[in-house]
C-alpha cells in the first residue's frame, strides 16, 4: 500500500505482523539495525503538512499499519496488509528480544514510567534485560544534542533493540537520526506503547478494539486533546479513499498492459522434387572433399 505525496512515497512495506517478526529476528541475528513506523490516519495529517516530516518518514526501513482506516484503504487500492498495532506489537518483539538475548533500551516517556514498564515486563519475561533507559526533556531536539547523548549511551550499553515511546512526530526523527549515528540498533517508535505496560495510560476494552472503536476510547479520555486531532484525519478520509481507488486503476491499468507474448512464426517448408527412379539427390552444397 503506497502513499503518494508530491515530494515523496510512503509504503507500508510490512504485510502483516508475522512478516514483520521474521524481517526484525533476521536483521537483529545479522547485526543490522532498522527503523520501524506505524503509520495511522494522524501521521498521514502531519505528513501532508510537512515536507520534513515526508523526509523523515521516507528513511524509516520498516512499515506496518497502525490504524483500521489504513487497513480499510489497503483493501480498496488492493493490496491488503493487516493491522499491527504498535501496542500489540511491544510484547511480541520484546518477547523474540528475550528468546535471542538482545539488550533492550527504552526512550522516551518520563523516568517512572519507563522503571515501572522494565519492572513489570521483566516478570512476564525473566530473559528480558534492559540495559538502558532515558527520557527526555519536554521539547528536546530529535537530532540535537541530547538526542546524540541518549543514542550514544544506549549503544555503549551494547543495546540493540531500542523501545521509543514519544509522540509523532519526534519518534519517528529520532528513529531516521539513530539508524545515522547507532546502526547496528533497530529503533521502534511505539508512542504510548511503555505508558500502557506501566499502567498509566489504560487501552480500550478488547470488545471496542474489535469493534475498531478504540479511537472512541481514546476521544472519551482526553476529548480537548483528541477531537480536533480526529477531526483532521476525519477530513481527509475522502481525498485518501479517491488516492485508494485510483491506486487500484493503476494496478489493474498495468496488468491490462502487459502485451502478451507473440505467437511463432509459422515454419516455412520448403517444397521437395519428388526423384525419379534411379535418380541421385540434389544438394545445394558439394559434399567435403577427401581430408
Known sequence: MRFQFPDQVITVNMPDQTCLLAE??????????????????????????????????????????????????????????TLVPGSDLLRPLLQMAAQDAVPVAFYGSTPTVLAQAALNLNAEMPGLRVVWSGAPVMGFDPNGAEALAALTGMQATGARLCIISLSAPRQEAFAAFGRSIAPAIGFCGFGAGLDFVAGQQTRAPRWMRKLALEWLWRVMSAPRRLIPRYLACIAILPGQVVAALRQRGRAASLV????????????????????????????????????
Open 24 to 81: 526484525v529476528r533476521t536483521r537483529l541475528q545479522a547485526g543490522r539495525g532498522f527503523s520501524l513506523a506505524t503509520l495511522n490516519l494522524d501521521h498521514l495529517v502531519k505528513l501532508r503538512a510537512s515536507a520534513s516530516y515526508r523526509q523523515v518518514y521516507a528513511a524509516q526501513d520498516l512499515i506496518v499499519a497502525d490504524g483500521n482506516p489504513i487497513v480499510w484503504l489497503s483493501h480498496l487500492a488492493r493490496c491488503p496488509v
Open 256 to 291: 491490462l498492459d502487459q502485451a502478451a507474448p507473440p505467437a511463432p512464426e509459422p515454419v516455412q517448408m520448403k517444397a521437395q522434387r519428388t526423384l525419379r527412379l534411379g535418380e541421385a539427390p540434389h544438394h545445394d552444397q558439394h559434399p567435403p572433399g577427401p581430408a
